[in-house]
């Protein structure tokens, strides 16, 4: 993949938001550069939905600054570069599906004209076309998501902004989404998305942010953060006798977490532990390996230990 | 400016598409042409059949059941007087075969004392106490020794035109076609501000419950959504009056042919064909518009601040109370327009729409309290407006329920 651009898309600098009771975002500062898959990750109820309303105009900071395009107020102003498509999703039901593709087409700032025929086009290549004098009502559920998905991208955007995408999509949408975002990222278009599904992420993500209870864990290259994560993770597999190794995981000068599986296990170093004494213990108190490896962690264990195993549950 | 357009457009054309549209649209007339029918019906009363049971020696029941019959009204017969005829009558009017009876006797004639007996008292004793008083008058008179035609040419009927002298002019419009003016005005005002401030409630209950409307407010400014709503439905009331006009004055010239006032009898003239100035018309549409902009932006607020359609119909009941008030309100002015009451209904901004054009209709008005009634309302509408447009920004975004009036106060104050 190609290497991001220097100026960031969208940045945000020590926004805040606070409701009646609770701060939802504290003080929060990223930056999104040009032509990426952005992923905002955390777990639920950690503001991200609240940040992405922030960034779109419809939640008004109370502190800090949002940046889109290079310019100081939100993304309202450039609704026509951007396709922003919610958690909570809805279509007005009554309503034939191309008029509402084309009026929320006008609604980002383009003209009628324009709006029809990019409709027609996406209604298309989704296999809508033959729907597209029907009221949204009479689509199944999948359906109206392809529709909400075109109503999102029909007006081009240079910058997309996901808040949690794959969420209630079945495995078919989830496949058309995941593709048209690849194909969207290879025409240059930047990918900002929400999620808490660790797995995706990492599938996608080039650069991220990590938040959990509105203030950001880390954030930047997926690869940087794996990086300098990496040398404290082992993963050993057993080929059937496991000797004493229940010992050496127990002992906490070289084990500091364990995750143990029987034939199959992950173990978190302790700090300033020598693998090579690992192995060494493991094959003199009898156990068989058929895997010894140090391997960078996965984003979804960064997440858990991040954030802890409480707020995941939650 | 552009999306606010889109706004407009998209409620108009989604709107006018319905059925429902344009069963109201073609449905509307018919309805009030009904209700117009039936106030003629329920102020004429119907024919009565009624029996006169005459207990004098004299022609007097004969004269007063001749009398009784002129009227057109009353269809009544002559029976003597006699034992058991009251029980035997009495039965009849049980088994609703005769409406009622009345009984006169000698006496009548000099102590004007008679008994009328019936299953309506109230609908006979308006379809028969005018013809009494005059046949027995002019029995009286005969007695008196009076010529039964000057009799006659004595009680010769008045002939009183109207005049309404209005706005220093002098119109063609009667006593009566200014009550029923004023009369369907009010019914108007008060049945569209409802239907269509309640339209965009559930416009924007639909926004919010669909989750729609955050993608809308990312785009254009909430504010700009209410106000294109507002006007989109607007327009669309403004295009059902325009059929309801056209549509009316077919019905009314088809109508005015065959049924010119004197066959309509007694009380039914009161409701005739008004004559609608452009004046009128200007100041309905101007109040109609008024009362609209006012009311739909605090149902845009209700709509707003509910989750559901069941916790809408509860939050816009004082929204409605009060439009119901101002419409309640309208018979008391419709007696007396220039009471106090009437002067303060017609200034308070939430029942001025109704109750300026039913005065405005009813009797002349002075020029400087429309001026100042409608200042008054101009000057809410942009208070309301502004308190309702900040309830809405925040209520669209909020799910779970319905605010008290203490958070909603909180709402207006975020900035």
Known sequence: ???????????????????????????????????????????????????????????????????????????????????????????????????????????????????????????????????????????????????????????????????????????????????????LRSRGKTILFSTHIMEQAEKLCEQLCIIARGRKLVDGALSDIKRTRSGHHLVIGFDGSLGGAAQVFADKELVSKVDNYGQYAELELAAGADPQQILQRLVTSGARLSKFELQEPSLNKIFIDLVGPEAVRA | MHKIWAVIRREFVERIRTRWFWIGALLGPLLFGVILFLSMQLGQGGVQTIVVVDGTTTPVGERITQQLDRTGSVRAVRIPAGSGVIDSLTTEVRAKRLDGFLVVTDATIDSGNAEYRGSNVFAGKTALQHPVEEALTAVRLERAGVDPRVVARARMPVRLETQKISRGET???????????????????????????????????????????EVLVSSLRPFELMLGKVLGVGAVSIFQFLIWGVAGRFLLTRRAGPLTPS?????????????????????????????????????????????????????????????????????????????????????????????????????????????????????????????????????????????????????????
Do not use: C
């Open chain 1, 1 to 183: 993949m190609t290497s991001p651009s220097p100026t960031p898309i969208l940045t945000l600098d020590r926004v805040s938001k606070h409701f009646a009771g609770h701060t939802a975002v504290d003080e929060l500062s990223l930056s999104v550069p040009r032509g990426v898959i952005y992923g905002l990750l955390g777990p639920n109820g950690a503001g991200k939905t609240t940040t992405i309303r922030m960034i779109m105009n419809i939640l008004e900071p109370d502190g800090g600054a949002v940046e889109v395009f290079g310019e100081p107020d939100g993304g309202r102003a450039h609704s026509e570069r951007i396709g922003y498509l919610p958690e909570e999703r809805g279509l007005y039901r009554k309503m034939r599906v191309l008029d509402v593709l084309v009026f929320l087409g006008e609604m980002k700032g383009i003209d009628r004209r324009r709006a029809r025929q990019q409709a027609e086009g996406w209604l298309e290549r989704l296999g809508l076309g033959q729907w597209r004098l029907r009221r949204v009502d009479d689509l199944s559920k999948g359906m109206q998501q392809k529709v909400q998905f075109i109503s999102t991208v029909l007006h081009d955007p240079d910058l997309l902004i996901l808040d949690e995408p794959f969420s209630g999509l079945d495995p078919v949408n989830a496949q058309v989404m995941k593709d048209t975002v690849l194909e």
């Open chain 2, 171 to 213: 119109t063609q419009e009667s006593a009566e076609q200014s009550f029923s003016l004023a009369y369907f005005m009010g019914i108007i005002l008060y049945t569209a501000i409802l239907l269509y401030g309640i339209n965009v409630m559930s416009s924007v209950l639909e926004e919010k419950t669909t989750h729609i409307v």
């Open chain 2, 263 to 415: 066959e309509v009898g007694g009380s039914a003239e009161v409701f005739q064909v008004p004559h609608v100035s452009g004046a009128t018309f200007a100041l309905f549409i101007a109040y109609f518009l008024g009362g609209f902009l006012l009311y739909s932006a605090m149902f845009a607020a209700v709509g707003a601040m509910s989750s559901t359609e069941q916790e809408a119909r509860q939050a816009q009941q004082p929204v409605a109370w009060m439009l119901v008030l101002s419409f309640v309100s309208m018979f008391a002015l419709l007696n007396d327009p220039n009471s106090a009451l009437a002067v303060t209904l017609s200034l308070v901004p939430f029942s001025a729409p109704i109750a300026m054009p039913v005065r405005w209709a009813a009797g002349s008005l002075p020029g400087y309290e429309i001026g100042l009634s409608l200042g008054i309302l101009v000057m809410s509408i942009v208070g309301v407006t502004w308190i309702a447009a900040r309830i809405y920004r925040v209520g669209i975004l909020m799910t779970g329920k319905r605010p008290n009036l203490r958070e909603l106060v909180r709402w207006v104050r975020t900035v």
